[in-house]
């Protein structure tokens, strides 16, 4: 079995943090973990120091980001392999193992992800995805893709299918660390939200593939983070505009930049 490193960026998530930890505690495998917390003010931090040990927790004093934090908890693991997982996202240690393990025998794939679950077991649509483009998120931001009209997809690849894909779930994903650092990790310019995408789309121009695994599962609470709505909906805004400057034709980034403001 391969080794491989967990990063985890918290924040505020008193609610969930147990949660996400038991499945560790209960294989044996904490030695994995890295959780970098942005300044939780909520009761997040003494229960991480419940359970890991002082140099498995970096402490920051302020909130600088999920793309800068997970940069940070990635730089202190040494393993050939990093799985990113949120603290609201619940899995067992096994099914990252068997992630780890399709990496280590497909050396084409660069990310891997599976499919990720809300709490009520319905498939969440961003399990597999296709990578923003202007159509896209204006049939998003209108609403257009509710109406079922010809030539607007109702869901982004659903797919209870295994198979290479432009995008997974962010709240879980397994990364070749060697690619991770040629690509120099996150974007830190994408403080919240975007960066996972900028990343992924990163990865196939260095033609690397990624791989969704339709026979693996995790359940994600979305927003089980206790966040400021206003600076969210801020650096929302802040990594779309970002995205289409980096990766999409200008003419698109104009017509975004004008849905946005």
């Not at 990635?74 to 193992?97: K, L």
């Amino acid at each position: 079995m391969p080794n491989y490193d967990v990063v985890t960026v918290s924040f505020e998530n008193v609610a969930t943090i147990q949660r996400y930890l038991e499945p560790w505690v209960h294989a044996n495998r904490l030695s994995h973990l890295t959780v970098v917390d942005n300044a939780s003010k909520d009761g997040t931090v003494p229960q991480l120091q419940a359970v890991l040990l002082p140099q498995q927790i970096q402490l920051n004093t302020d909130n600088i980001g999920y793309a800068k934090a997970a940069n940070q908890g990635a730089a202190v693991g040494r393993q050939p392999y990093i799985a990113f997982i949120n603290p609201d996202c619940f899995v067992q240690s096994d099914t990252v193992c068997k992630l780890v393990e399709f990496l280590h025998e497909n050396p084409q794939v660069g990310i891997v992800g599976c499919r990720v679950l809300n709490e009520n077991g319905g498939l969440q649509a961003a399990s597999c995805r296709r990578l923003p483009t202007f159509w896209r998120v204006f049939n998003h931001i209108t609403g257009l893709y509710h109406l079922g009209l010809p030539g607007i997809n109702k869901s982004e690849q659903k797919s209870l299918q295994s198979g290479s894909v432009e995008a997974i779930n962010g709240a879980l994903f397994v990364i070749r660390r060697d690619l991770f650092e040629q690509l120099n990790g996150f974007d830190e310019a994408f403080p919240l939200h975007f960066e996972d995408l900028d990343l992924f789309a990163r990865c196939l121009k260095s033609r690397h593939e990624i791989f969704y695994l339709a026979d693996y599962q995790a359940t994600h609470l979305q927003g089980a983070s206790t966040q400021d709505n206003k600076r969210v909906k801020r650096w929302k805004k802040h990594g779309l505009k970002r995205y289409f400057l980096k990766h999409r034709p200008r003419w698109e980034q104009w017509f975004v930049n004008r849905l946005t403001s």
